[in-house]
């Protein structure tokens, strides 16, 4: 039996996201110092891009939280207090 959490590959995915974009920020910084301006800007928006990813998977996570834990159902108004 598992004790996996529902949100544990979402936690984990948005980790992976923040390390593209990180990388791909200081990609982006290197060039801009080296006056690479268009190959700053790709790396700069390739980086907002995984960033965006991050944010998605950390919201599907909190929505898996919420609703193990007596969320309301998304749209539906109810709610439950099953724990």
Not at 10 to 25: F, G, I, R, Y
Request: hydrophobic share 20%; glycine share 8%.
């Amino acid at each position: 039996m598992s004790n996996k959490h529902p949100a544990t590959d979402n936690h984990k995915n948005a980790a992976d996201q923040h390390d593209s974009a990180a990388k791909h920020h200081r990609e982006a910084a290197k060039n801009y110092e080296d006056g690479k301006h268009e190959t700053a800007a790709h790396h700069a928006h390739t980086a907002h891009g995984h960033a965006s990813n991050a944010q998605n998977e950390a919201t599907e996570a909190s929505r898996k939280h919420a609703q193990q834990h007596g969320g309301s159902q998304q749209g539906s108004g109810e709610t439950s207090n099953k724990r």
